[in-house]
């Protein structure tokens, strides 16, 4: 093997997002599958330290883009860079230490422990022939604490209810301990308590420690209360991508959903929150 090939053969240095730079930029980036065009021409930058929600009607093309930013597809025309450099060159291992995902499906069936599910996000971090470290076993153990899973870590993941596995799923990201997390509709099986306690969590990593969130979320009001920004998709597209203040309005809502509805602050949960007007 020559140097150049050598060279080419390297993954780009894996380094620590600061706040406020460029994470990802996107360069009239499309997708198709087959004939479908799924998205078209994007062009957006997301920097880092920052929560940012993904909305839209279904088959819009929120998964689709999330499956770019992670690296599991690539973009027909366009380009995706990621730290300044294009996604696809990154080694997939050094790329997990970076980016991690919270599926919207999760489906295993393996007679896996809880415990060795999650332990399953520093796979990255551990040589093929390896063993965990202490500090592996930390992480998993923090993280399964975080999410209030601790008491079923030796449980069957076969044995738990669809809101008990997307539970542990969240803590496998957060075992991860990546500087960027997507999450595609990631507590869409999950009752308001532990909605709220999974989107507490990562709002704090974005306040705290400085991580970025990009979240997939249907529920208009949660992102109005989580988010710094939101990117609005329709048809493949995006329509408005801003602030909260900035682009969650009636107008927008009635141009996306095409459902009437008032966006107004709220005082009890001190966010902006949507009314909807039913139908009699």
Not at 20 to 36: P, Q, R
Not at 46 to 60: A, D, M, Q, R, T
């Amino acid at each position: 093997m020559d140097v150049q090939q050598y060279k080419r053969k390297q993954s780009p240095k894996v380094v620590k997002l600061s706040n406020n730079i460029t994470a990802y930029k996107l360069t009239n980036a499309s997708y198709n599958y087959g004939t479908i065009q799924a998205l078209e021409s994007l062009n957006f930058t997301l920097n880092s330290g920052k929560f940012y929600g993904i909305v839209g009607p279904n088959g819009c093309g929120k998964t689709t883009l999330l499956d770019l930013l992670i690296g599991s597809k690539e973009p027909a025309t366009g380009a995706v860079l990621f730290n300044d450099q294009e996604l696809q060159s990154y080694e997939k291992r050094h790329l997990a230490r970076q980016v991690a995902l919270v599926p919207q499906d999760f489906n295993i069936g393996f007679d896996y422990t809880v415990e060795e599910v999650v332990l399953m996000g520093r796979h990255p971090y551990i040589n093929r022939f390896g063993s965990p470290s202490a500090r592996d076993w930390q992480l998993v153990e923090q993280a399964m604490a975080t999410i209030g899973i601790s008491h079923f870590g030796k449980r069957s993941i076969t044995e738990l209810s669809g809101g008990e596995k997307q539970r542990v799923v969240v803590a496998r990201a957060l075992a991860q301990d990546t500087e960027i997390l997507l999450f595609d509709e990631a507590t869409s099986n999950l009752d308001v308590q532990y909605t709220l306690q999974i989107f507490n969590e990562v709002r704090q990593l974005v306040q705290g420690a400085g991580r970025t969130v990009i979240a997939v979320i249907h529920n208009l009001n949660l992102a109005a209360a989580y988010c710094d920004e939101i990117i609005f998709m329709q048809n493949g597209t995006i329509l408005k991508h801003g602030t909260v203040a900035e682009v969650m309005t009636g107008e927008t809502i009635q141009q996306v959903f095409g459902v009437e509805s008032e966006v107004r602050f709220d005082d009890f949960s001190g966010t902006q929150q949507v009314s909807y007007r039913y139908g009699k």
